[in-house]
């Protein structure tokens, strides 16, 4: 079997079983393999319930006791069980599954697994797993893959599915020589995919994703480099002076750019009329005030006589910017012709738009991914303006760019990465900091807390919402199943409609949406028809709600620092104070510790770099992936060594500088000859270099970036 295979050339999926496989994009045998588990346990030996401790996953075995009761809170089904073993009592709650009153039966002894809460002086699971002794006994000592699911879709099915895979799969040799394996310490891929899949132990598993995560930043690195010796120093065919335009739109503004502000437009200013094209990023800290740079490039882009476009990750962002433009035109009279082009205007709409910007009646264009179409066609494009650069592919930019002869590139980003990490990162392009904010907004009240304080939270949130502001919750899963002891957004928004008032309006949000229903979310959501947003990571960069003033992020221990920080860049938007409630499932020192550096700084790039110091070995699996890179398996937080060790291993077989000599490999296999045009003597190293730059699944996964 091959990449490429279908799935149901495996035993036991039929057309049913494909559809469910379809619905987490695998189709093809290729896809099962590099589906990667999403989590992986230790089952350990059962514990009395009295040595049971709060916010740890542990299993119990235990008898029930006394009566088993099942209640209906609005549309929630409650059952509650009472179990008991020598040494003490548990209470256990289970959520819309009424028909386990059939199976605890007072006298009946199962082994219960979960994550252990306290209520009062109760111990308490919600949503257990229960096992037989004998089915239980299996799973002790053993590293478990946990992956991802969807409704219908069981891990044990996977499971099944990625081991005649395996079983069945023509490897063919390691791409990576062994020269290159051997100086940086990379598992064979064979035993490395086996081992991502099945460990052995948790040292192999740990050697395995070291092995996955290196070749991903290697393969996204070298396409990186390849891509900024294509780009360098393009001549500037649209100088540009800095006319009135720009100096008149800053006399009129309510309040004076920042020191930060100031010296990153100087910088674009002078890129714009130098001889050579622009190619920068200005990085700034959420609530910055990266936008009205963008706008100013743009007004001098207008005024001197050319068009610009501005391309946002969703269509409500693209929207918002377009609206805060239009702005800008009626308040303060620019001379900038704002048009929107997104996916969902309808054909008439779409052919209007197309005609405006050929014609050049529109001199700034605002859109999604339908900017880049190959009906839309420019009359001079000289700036191109992308909002959040990591959500767009590299193919996407170029795409973009070649719309106009050799345009001037601008990427805003708010994420704060530490400057060793963005020097790898960005490494094509200039970089323009702005590490101040304006001294006019109101720091977000933070506070890090226990699962015990969640009613707090919602009475909290009532109050909130009857001032007339609304709320985010941000759950780390989709739906119910995809990971044990994980909150997921369906689930948890059926309790927030239980415990809120009815009238309070609660909705929810995720990627698997259709993205028409993930628009009109988000949209009546802005136009406060939504008081409540239940939602995954997808709201992270999508969404401007100057109305929102809390976020709750639930099982906060299992995201990044730096990704918190993001989310909580949704609030305090607006006039009004805004909190941020991070709620740990974990109480331990270390994790309370970790976020504890929320509490203390609303400093995006010091809780980044803070981030970087604190991970460890220890946090490989137990945190979920900061967001910022959309990368497989990697972070460049956790595995950030790995990312400046791939770093050098590309500058290594790229051959910068001319022949290369690495440590213990002898001189004749070292040498490399690549030429510029593709051609020359490649050595060991011929077999990695065509399959980065041919059609493989990592070239083709990372232009989506």
């Given at each position: 079997m091959e990449d490429g295979t279908s799935i149901l050339e495996l035993k036991g999926i039929g057309e049913k079983s494909q559809k469910l496989f379809a619905k987490v994009n695998i189709r093809t045998v290729g896809d099962l393999l590099y589906y990667y588990p999403r989590d992986y346990e230790t089952f350990q030996e059962p514990v009395p319930v009295a040595q049971a401790k709060t916010g740890e996953v542990c299993a119990v075995q235990a008898m029930v006791c006394g009566t088993v009761n099942v209640k209906k809170v609005r549309s929630l089904t409650l059952l509650n069980a009472l179990v008991r073993d020598d040494s003490g009592g548990m209470q256990l709650t289970f959520f819309n599954m009424p028909f386990l009153k059939n199976v605890l039966k007072p006298g009946s002894r199962h082994i219960f697994r979960g994550r252990v809460q306290t209520r009062g002086t109760t111990l308490v699971m919600e949503q257990p797993r229960m096992y037989k002794p004998e089915e239980y006994a299996k799973y002790l000592a053993c590293v478990q893959p946990h992956y991802a699911l969807t409704k219908g879709l069981t891990n044990q099915a996977v499971q099944k599915a990625v081991k005649q895979a395996l079983a069945c799969y023509a490897f063919g040799p390691d791409p990576y020589p062994e020269?290159?394996?051997?100086?940086?310490?990379?598992?064979?891929?064979?035993?490395?995919?086996?081992?991502?899949?099945?460990?052995?132990?948790?040292?192999?598993?740990?050697?395995?994703?070291?092995?996955?995560?290196?070749?991903?930043?290697?393969?996204?690195?070298?396409?990186?480099?390849?891509?900024?010796?294509?780009?360098?120093?393009?001549?500037?065919?649209?100088?540009?002076?800095?006319?009135?335009?720009?100096?008149?739109?800053?006399?009129?503004?309510?309040?004076?750019?920042?020191?930060?502000q100031a010296r990153a437009w100087q910088e674009i200013c002078r890129d714009l009329s130098s001889p050579w094209c622009m190619n920068r990023l200005v990085q700034g800290d959420v609530g910055s005030g990266k936008t009205i740079i963008a706008v100013l490039a743009l007004l001098m882009c207008a005024a001197n006589g050319y068009q610009g476009a501005m391309m946002a990750p969703t269509e409500v962002l693209a929207a918002q910017h377009y609206e805060g433009i239009c702005q800008y035109v009626e308040k303060y009279h620019v001379t900038l012709r704002p048009l929107l082009l997104v996916g969902s205007m309808t054909a008439r709409e779409k052919r209007e738009a197309y005609e405006k910007i050929a014609s050049g009646e529109a001199n700034l264009v605002v859109g999604t991914h339908a900017v880049i179409q190959e009906k839309v066609h420019f009359k001079n494009l000289a700036l191109v303006v992308t909002d959040e650069q990591h959500r767009f592919g590299v193919r996407q930019r170029e795409i973009l760019a070649e719309k106009g002869s050799k345009p001037h590139v601008l990427v805003m980003s708010a994420t704060p990465i530490p400057r060793t990490l963005a020097i790898i990162l960005y490494g094509d392009l200039q970089v323009s900091l702005i590490d101040e904010l304006p001294a006019n907004r109101l720091p977000i009240k933070n506070c890090v807390v226990g699962t015990s304080y969640r009613p707090r939270a919602y009475q909290f949130i009532e109050k909130e919402v009857r001032a007339g502001r609304?709320?985010?919750?941000?759950?780390?899963?989709?739906?119910?199943?995809?990971?044990?002891?994980?909150?997921?957004?369906?689930?948890?928004?059926?309790?927030?409609?239980?415990?809120?008032?009815?009238?309070?309006?609660?909705?929810?949000?995720?990627?698997?949406?259709?993205?028409?229903?993930?628009?009109?979310?988000?949209?009546?959501?802005?136009?406060?028809?939504?008081?409540?947003?239940?939602?995954?990571?997808?709201?992270?960069?999508?969404?401007?709600?100057?109305?929102?003033?809390?976020?709750?992020?639930?099982?906060?221990?299992?995201?990044?620092?730096?990704?918190?920080?993001?989310?909580?860049?949704?609030?305090?938007?607006?006039?009004?104070?805004?909190?941020?409630?991070?709620?740990?499932?974990?109480?331990?020192?270390?994790?309370?510790?970790?976020?504890?550096?929320?509490?203390?700084?609303?400093?995006?790039?010091?809780?980044?770099?803070?981030?970087l110091k604190l991970r460890g070995p220890g946090d490989l699996f137990g945190i979920r992936q900061s967001g910022t890179f959309a990368f497989r398996m990697g972070d460049i937080y956790t595995d950030a060594e790995i990312l400046k060790q791939a770093s050098q291993a590309v500058d290594l077989v790229r051959g910068l500088g001319g022949n290369v000599q690495m440590d213990n490999v002898p001189s004749e296999k070292a040498q490399l000859d690549i030429a510029s045009d593709g051609g020359g003597r490649y050595g060991e190293y011929s077999g990695l270099i065509e399959y980065l730059r041919g059609e493989t699944r990592l070239q083709v996964d990372f232009r989506t970036i």
């Open positions: 020269s290159l394996r051997r100086q940086y310490d990379l598992m064979e891929r064979r035993e490395a995919i086996n081992n991502m899949h099945f460990p052995v132990s948790y040292e192999e598993l740990v050697k395995a994703r070291r092995r996955v995560v290196f070749e991903e930043f290697f393969s996204f690195l070298y396409l990186l480099r390849e891509n900024k010796e294509q780009c360098k120093l393009l001549e500037n065919e649209y100088r540009m002076l800095e006319t009135a335009d720009t100096g008149r739109l800053l006399e009129q503004l309510p309040y004076r750019l920042t020191g930060a609304q709320a985010y919750v941000i759950c780390p899963m989709v739906e119910e199943g995809e990971m044990e002891d994980l909150e997921n957004v369906t689930g948890y928004a059926q309790k927030l409609r239980a415990v809120l008032p009815a009238d309070i309006q609660v909705a929810t949000l995720h990627g698997k949406m259709k993205p028409a229903d993930k628009n009109r979310v988000m949209e009546e959501y802005a136009s406060h028809n939504i008081d409540v947003l239940v939602s995954t990571t997808v709201i992270e960069v999508g969404i401007n709600v100057p109305n929102a003033t809390v976020m709750m992020v639930e099982n906060a221990e299992r995201f990044g620092l730096a990704q918190l920080h993001q989310l909580r860049g949704r609030v305090g938007r607006g006039e009004h104070q805004s909190y941020c409630i991070f709620i740990s499932a974990q109480d331990s020192k270390d994790t309370m510790e970790r976020l504890d550096i929320l509490n203390r700084s609303n400093d995006g790039f010091y809780i980044a770099s803070e981030d």
